[in-house]
Every structure is written in structure tokens, then in C-alpha cells.
Nanobody, 116 residues
Framework: QVQLVESGGGLVQPGGSLRLSCAAS????????MNWYRQAPGKERELVAS????????NYKDSVKGRFTISRDNIKKTVYLQMNSLKPDDTAVYYC?????????WGQGTQVTVSS
């Protein structure tokens, strides 16, 4: 059974940091590209960061470049999103997703709230 379980969300003040984790099971994690998405209330889900399966190449949404870092541990079957210098606009539910060809698996999401 495929599972993606996110953790690490919470309430943080502006300028603070959080590290999200997404633990995978039930599929060949190392063969999948891994993405982090987010969805704020009333807005569409958007791609925040991605990391490839083969060489660990990364890409980021412009608004998070220099603040967020995506990484993966293929032994632990986990993908991370280190988020620094958080802003209120980063408030959203964050989802991890595994992608390979036409197959996509989603986690259940974790809430990140940036507020003073």
C-alpha cells in the first residue's frame, strides 16, 4: 500500500523556520521524482519545490528561492523541505507528491501557519 506521510508543520512567527518531512512507503521511492506543493485557502495548489530521482536536481518556485531547500534520503525513503525566513504568505497546507511517468501519489498534507 502506497503511503506518503507528511509531518513537521505548525505555527511559526514570521522570520522563523520549519522543516517538513514526508516519509514514503509502498513504492520504489528512489525511482520517483518528489515534489512539495502547497495550497492556501481560496487558492489553487501550487508547486513549491521538486527534486529528481536520478541526480537530485532541484527546482523552486521563484518566491521561495533562497529560503526553502528540498532534499531527499533514499535510504530513509524520506523527502524534506527546509523552510527558512518564513513569511505570512507561506501559510498553506503543504503536500508532498511522488511522480514517475503518468503515476502520481499524494500525501495528506500538513498545515503551516506563519503568524505573529
Amino acid at each position: 500500500q502506497v503511503q506518503l506521510v507528511e509531518s513537521g508543520g505548525g505555527l511559526v512567527q514570521p522570520g522563523g523556520s520549519l522543516r517538513l518531512s514526508c516519509a514514503a512507503s509502498g513504492f520504489s521511492f528512489s525511482m520517483y521524482d518528489m515534489n512539495w506543493y502547497r495550497q492556501a485557502p481560496g487558492k489553487e495548489r501550487e508547486l513549491v519545490a521538486s527534486i529528481t530521482s536520478a541526480y537530485g536536481g532541484t527546482n523552486y518556485k521563484d518566491s521561495v528561492k533562497g529560503r526553502f531547500t528540498i532534499s531527499r534520503d533514499n535510504i530513509k525513503k524520506t523527502v524534506y523541505l527546509q523552510m527558512n525566513s518564513l513569511k505570512p504568505d507561506d501559510t498553506a497546507v503543504y503536500y508532498c507528491a511522488a511522480v514517475r511517468g503518468g503515476v502520481m501519489y499524494w500525501g495528506q498534507g500538513t498545515q503551516v501557519t506563519v503568524s505573529s
